[in-house]
């Protein structure tokens, strides 16, 4: 009876969202636990719908990256690295020779910088986060090391190092896209975060892109849209407590 309940519940929320399109203005910015984050409220705001973080590259920024995913329907929050950079921002330092032990305890750092602001703006609500090469990474360590409020994450043409992970910890699940021409992080570095997450007791999926380099098109956005509409829709994104929603996505 729940479960149609449920159900019920999310063709009522697609419906609205359908109907009203898009997301309030351009957003607002804040600064929270020290980071600076730009949200942008759908125009149908459900208080129990899950909170999407999207986490930009390296050398991007919280507006650009934000403005990408703006017309998803759920209430968006796009935080800003803290290193300035010439042009954007960069999440951490990663100059070359780096040992993968160095990498992930910048990846760690930033990772456990970022989840109390994130905390705070989910208030108990489950959260999904989408990153792309530097955010990526970020999205595969928030995954690892706080999957009791992590939903899903969608990391885009990254990967990890092992140490991301916490003991008797299962990671939350994760759904990688990276293309198979990317040459700054190549793909058999996905392939093997991947596995990791699997040999955790993660659940972990990684679609593979033909010919397509290290970026971050319309067409990589509007795959990573489909696949977090199926689990939504499809009822596999895990419970904030004893029930939670779910919100469908809208793409534009």
């Known amino acids: ?3 149609i309940r449920t159900t019920a519940r999310i063709v009522l929320i697609l419906v609205g969202v359908l109907l009203s399109g898009g997301c309030k203005g351009a957003g607002t910015t804040e600064v929270i636990h020290g980071v600076r984050m730009l949200r942008i409220l759908p125009r149908a705001v459900d208080p129990k719908a899950p909170l999407v973080v999207a ?15 703006r017309g998803i329907g759920l209430e968006l929050a796009a935080p800003e690295g803290f290193i300035p950079l010439a042009r954007g ?6 100059p070359g020779g780096l040992s993968e032990e160095e990498l992930a305890e910048r990846v760690n750092d930033a990772a456990d910088r970022l989840w109390p602001a994130i905390a705070q703006i989910a208030s108990g609500r489950k959260v999904i986060v989408i990153g792309s090469s530097q955010g990526a990474m970020l999205a595969y360590a928030l995954a690892a090391r706080h999957p009791e409020g992590v939903a899903h994450a969608f990391p885009i043409s990254g990967s990890a190092p092992r140490q991301i992970f916490l003991p008797g ?3 939350a699940p994760v759904h990688a896209v990276h293309g198979t021409e990317d040459r700054v992080i190549p793909i058999e570095l996905d392939r093997s975060t991947v596995r990791l997450f699997k040999e955790h007791g993660g659940v972990a999926e990684l679609d593979e892109l033909p010919g397509v380099g290290h970026a971050f098109t319309k067409d990589i956005r509007h795959h990573v849209l489909v ?7 499809g009822g596999r994104l895990p419970d904030a407590g004893s029930t939670q929603p779910v919100t469908p996505l809208r793409d534009q």
């Open 169 to 171: 910890r299962v990671p």
């Open 89 to 94: 921002f960069s999440w951490f330092d990663w």
């Open 227 to 233: 696949r977090l509409q199926s689990i939504l829709v």
């Open 1 to 3: 009876m729940r479960r």
């Open 55 to 69: 986490l930009h590259g390296w050398s991007g920024d919280a507006e650009g990256y934000g403005r990408a995913w």
